[in-house]
């Protein structure tokens, strides 16, 4: 599979720290919803740095999670977290999924949290694989993008747009697709999986909440890489630096986020 094209490294483990806490609770959402407390162990896809791991293994006492990821930094970063809270029901896994036949059956439950938007070219593959690591009846839980479209903000603003415009373009350029959430349904149930639920998560954010801080983030770590590639002008993003200062005086100002797709499927 391909390699996580947002860069293993450590800016990216703070960032993706600042990330999680601003979808800590639509994560802890979507392990309820999808029982994953039930589950005797899980795996944990694409578990970068952790995060997602560790609210598994709290939400989830009675479970073995194990920590399925590729990179050796996010690998290591994990097992010292693991070392330092003397957490009991992790294990840490370094491989690409595509690469674990013997596991067949193995897993009650399975997560993953904005991985399966980067595997594009092999989402079918990677989507059986899943269901062959699974147990019959096992479920599987993705939390995805449905779309980045649906970025807005008030008072409306042209570099905005553009940086989400280049956002989707960052995507597509490396293999990826922000917008999986529209058929990842219809991939899944192709893979023998049976849909339980889909919902949708996001929405207005004003000035100072942890999703206008998130896409905050978001254009300071990647908008200069953005300019670099051609993808958003200098214009622009000079005029969404100096607008995102403005927009943190206006008392009314807001932003509408992205549309996430948390998906609850099981095993037939």
Same mark, same amino acid.
Request: hydrophobic share 40%; with cysteine.
């Given at each position: 599979?391909?390699?996580?094209?947002?860069?293993?490294?450590?800016?990216?483990?703070?960032?993706l720290?600042?990330?999680?806490?601003? $979808?800590?609770? #639509?994560?802890?959402?979507?392990?309820?919803? /999808?029982? %994953?407390? =039930?589950?005797?162990?899980?795996?944990?896809? &694409?578990?970068?740095?952790?995060?997602?791991?560790?609210?598994?293994?709290?939400a989830?006492?009675?479970?073995?999670?194990?920590?399925?990821?590729?990179?050796?930094?996010?690998?290591?970063?994990?097992?010292?977290?693991?070392?330092?809270?003397?957490?009991?029901?992790?294990?840490?896994?370094?491989?690409?999924?595509?690469?674990?036949p013997?596991?067949a059956?193995?897993?009650?439950?399975?997560?993953?949290? $904005?991985?399966? #938007?980067?595997?594009?070219?092999?989402?079918? /593959?990677? %989507?059986? =694989?899943i269901?062959?690591?699974l147990?019959? &009846?096992?479920?599987?839980?993705?939390?995805?993008?449905?779309?980045?479209?649906?970025?807005?903000?008030?008072?409306?603003?042209?570099?905005?747009?553009?940086?989400?415009?280049?956002?989707?373009?960052?995507?597509?350029?490396?293999?990826?697709?922000?917008?999986?959430?529209?058929?990842?349904?219809?991939?899944?149930t192709?893979?023998?999986?049976?849909?339980?639920?889909?919902?949708?998560?996001?929405?207005?954010?004003?000035?100072?909440h942890?999703?206008?801080?998130?896409?905050?983030?978001?254009?300071?770590?990647?908008?200069?890489?953005?300019?670099?590639?051609?993808?958003?002008?200098?214009?622009?993003?000079?005029g969404?630096?100096?607008?995102?200062?403005?927009?943190?005086?206006?008392?009314?100002s807001?932003?509408?986020?992205?549309?996430?797709?948390?998906?609850?499927?099981?095993?037939?």
């Amino acid at each position: 599979m391909e390699d996580y094209f947002l860069g293993v490294h450590q800016k990216e483990v703070e960032r993706l720290h600042r990330q999680h806490l601003a $979808w800590q609770p #639509a994560t802890r959402q979507l392990i309820q919803t /999808a029982n %994953l407390p =039930s589950c005797k162990n899980i795996l944990d896809i &694409g578990c970068g740095p952790g995060f997602t791991t560790f609210e598994l293994a709290t939400a989830c006492p009675a479970s073995q999670i194990t920590a399925l990821d590729k990179a050796t930094l996010y690998q290591e970063y994990l097992n010292s977290k693991i070392a330092q809270n003397k957490t009991q029901n992790i294990s840490t896994l370094q491989a690409d999924l595509l690469d674990l036949p013997q596991q067949a059956g193995l897993y009650e439950g399975a997560f993953c949290r $904005w991985v399966l #938007a980067f595997l594009i070219a092999d989402l079918p /593959a990677v %989507l059986s =694989s899943i269901y062959q690591k699974l147990a019959p &009846g096992g479920v599987f839980a993705a939390m995805e993008y449905l779309t980045l479209d649906s970025f807005t903000t008030s008072p409306p603003n042209t570099s905005f747009d553009a940086h989400t415009k280049a956002w989707n373009a960052f995507y597509l350029n490396h293999g990826g697709d922000a917008r999986i959430g529209t058929y990842l349904p219809q991939l899944l149930t192709e893979a023998g999986f049976v849909i339980e639920s889909n919902t949708c998560v996001g929405g207005m954010a004003p000035v100072q909440h942890r999703w206008w801080h998130w896409w905050k983030d978001a254009f300071h770590d990647f908008a200069p890489t953005f300019v670099e590639q051609g993808l958003l002008s200098q214009a622009d993003f000079d005029g969404l630096a100096a607008y995102w200062k403005q927009q943190a005086t206006m008392e009314n100002s807001f932003i509408y986020t992205a549309v996430i797709s948390q998906i609850v499927a099981r095993k037939s």
